[in-house]
């Protein structure tokens, strides 16, 4: 096993996000300037790299829904903050898309490490596509990660982070591609007594363990 085996981690949904403080191209960040807001951390290979541009694009153009929904978005790389300026005034030059949220300089890979952006199956010394949903009070509620190869959906962690704050306000759960305004998912009863009861409680019932109802 290598060093770097050795020191990959990974964080876990419903417990505390890593703390950081690290330098960004808008200045020191850390996860307590976050605290009251929602944040979606997110990683990519490197800069001037055609999918990563592609998906810094799609989260800058989608920037001000995600500040609708109280979320702050924040990019990070294992690369310099020079680097990170010079990758966003290209794509503004060459896209005309202005990138408005913060790049992490994580050239020491600390924040990749604490997060488990370093994946050594796919690389030793670049982030993969990890994207991180975080809540107002610090609390990791959904991850994903994906190949080098392939690009994010964005509109997929505008829909999740929709879903998960209906989920907070309503205490209900959301089916498979659950939009705004569809039917959401009752939970289920938890004794032989409820489940009784399931069926006359005024909900679109389908079995005891499987109940909708319009918000």
Known sequence: MSNLDEVVTFPQLNKPAPNFNAKTTHGMKSLEDYKGKWLVLFSHPADFTPVCTTEFMGFATRAEQ???LNCEL???SIDSVHSHIAWAR???ENFGIKIPFPIIADLSMEVA???GMIQ????????VRATFIIDPEGILRAMVYY?????RSID????VLKALQTSDEYKVATPENWQPGQEVIVPPPVTMEAADTRKSE????????YSTKSL
Do not use: C, H
Request: no cysteine; net charge negative.
């Open 66 to 68: 995600f500040a609708e």
């Open 120 to 127: 050594p199956g796919a690389s030793d010394t670049a982030a």
């Open 156 to 159: 997929e962690f505008l829909r």
């Open 74 to 76: 924040l990019g990070l």
């Open 90 to 92: 290209s794509i503004q």
């Open 202 to 209: 005024g909900y679109n019932y389908v079995d005891w363990y």
């Open 113 to 115: 490490k604490a997060y």
């Open 147 to 151: 190949p080098m190869s392939n690009g």
